[in-house]
T-cell receptor
Framework: EDQVTQSPEALRLQEGESSSLNCSYT??????LFWYRQDPGKGPEFLFT???AGEEKEKERLKATLTKKESFLHITAPKPEDSATYLC???????????FGTGTRLQVTL | NAGVMQNPRHLVRRRGQEARLRCSPM?????VYWYRQLPEEGLKFMVY????????ESGMPKERFSAEFPKEGPSILRIQQVVRGDSAAYFC????????????FGEGSRLTVL
């Protein structure tokens, strides 16, 4: 059974304080690793797709990286508007059926 | 281009009643997924549908839950004889193909069972 574990469960940062979120996975045949952002009371919003070890993607203050066992979401100089829950998910089959981790709740304060 | 539309956003039912949740995918998307999110838990896959077909229902409870995606109209997730444990946020997502893991989610329907 595919497993996705995210850490830490919660993270509190001051504005400008860079950090990383971790997503470790155990799957048979990875066909993609995905990062989503979820704001309170909203549905998840797609951020990145990573397909192979060594791949990196960037968007504004976020950068996602992938190894054979885990992915990191690096947040550089975060702002309060980056506060959200960040979800990691894996795809192993042919359909877009994703297995999600429980997320990291990020709070960025002034 | 409207996003994924779910309704109702909030639904309150008493134990034993039926709940019907609706989802209209993004225009041009023929693949619909339903996920359930329990408090303090991650999103759990329930069912994957294409027009008029259930492709994968491996995440659906065997009893009381059913889903459809008719040729015309929205996808519907139906929960019969609800119990308190069914209280959760139910999210619908759509995609244009199966090649992508980029799902477009609705804002969810929050079911509360009294």
């Amino acid at each position: 059974e595919d497993q996705v574990t995210q850490s830490p469960e919660a993270l509190r940062l001051q504005e400008g304080e860079s950090s990383s979120l971790n997503c470790s996975y155990t799957v048979s045949g990875l066909r993609g690793l995905f990062w989503y952002r979820q704001d309170p009371g909203k549905g998840p919003e797609f951020l990145f797709t990573l397909y192979s070890a060594g791949e990196e993607k960037e968007k504004e203050r976020l950068k996602a990286t992938l190894t054979k066992k885990e992915s990191f979401l690096h947040i550089t100089a975060p702002k309060p508007e980056d506060s959200a829950t960040y979800l990691c998910a894996v795809k192993t089959g042919t359909a877009s059926k994703l297995t999600f981790g429980t997320g990291t709740r990020l709070q960025v304060t002034l | 281009n409207a996003g994924v539309m779910q309704n109702p956003r909030h639904l309150v039912r008493r134990r034993g009643q039926e709940a019907r949740l609706r989802c209209s995918p993004m225009k041009g998307h023929s693949h619909v997924y339903w996920y359930r999110q329990l408090p303090e838990e991650g999103l759990k896959f329930m069912v994957y549908l294409q027009k008029e077909n259930i492709i994968d229902e491996s995440g659906m409870p065997k009893e009381r839950f059913s889903a459809e995606f008719p040729k015309e109209g929205p996808s519907i997730l139906r929960i019969q004889q609800v119990v308190r444990g069914d209280s959760a946020a139910y999210f619908c997502a759509s995609s244009p193909s199966t090649d992508t893991g980029e799902l477009f989610f609705g804002e969810g329907s929050r079911l509360t069972v009294l």
